[in-house]
């Protein structure tokens, strides 16, 4: 019943920057921790930022000082700012919410989006 929407992929050149955004929308009571993961070609899907209801965040180490995770509560919205990008950081990028629907708390997951870093 809830869906994500993503948007702000696309080709970068290294040293550019990018701005992701993931929007909610549905039957939502509220939102606990939001979540960017990423997932490069041949490799695991991995947790790159997360930021919880009160503003606390964690990052990967590989991306710490170069990507700031923010959330908009009014518009159920996160976004990935990403700064001094690498190709490294090439890889399909997804959002994952903890929706609370007043009777349970469900965990939901974006369609992903490209991010292209070119050297």
């Known amino acids: 019943q809830v869906q994500l929407v993503e948007s702000g992929g696309g080709l970068v050149q290294a040293g550019g920057s990018l701005r992701l955004s993931c929007a909610a929308s549905g039957s939502i009571f509220s939102i606990n921790t939001m979540s960017w993961y990423r997932q490069a070609p041949g490799k695991q899907r991995e947790l790159v930022a997360r930021?919880?209801?009160?503003?606390?965040?964690n990052y990967a180490g590989s991306v710490k000082g170069r990507f700031t995770i923010s959330r908009d509560n009014a518009k159920n919205t996160v976004y990935l700012q990403m700064n001094s990008l690498k190709p490294e950081d090439t890889a399909v990028y997804y959002c994952?919410?903890?929706?609370?629907?007043?009777?349970?708390?469900?965990?939901?997951w974006g369609q992903g989006t490209q991010v292209t870093v070119s050297s």
């Open positions: 930021i919880t209801l009160s503003g606390s965040t």
């Open positions: 994952n919410v903890d929706v609370d629907e007043t009777f349970r708390v469900r965990t939901y």
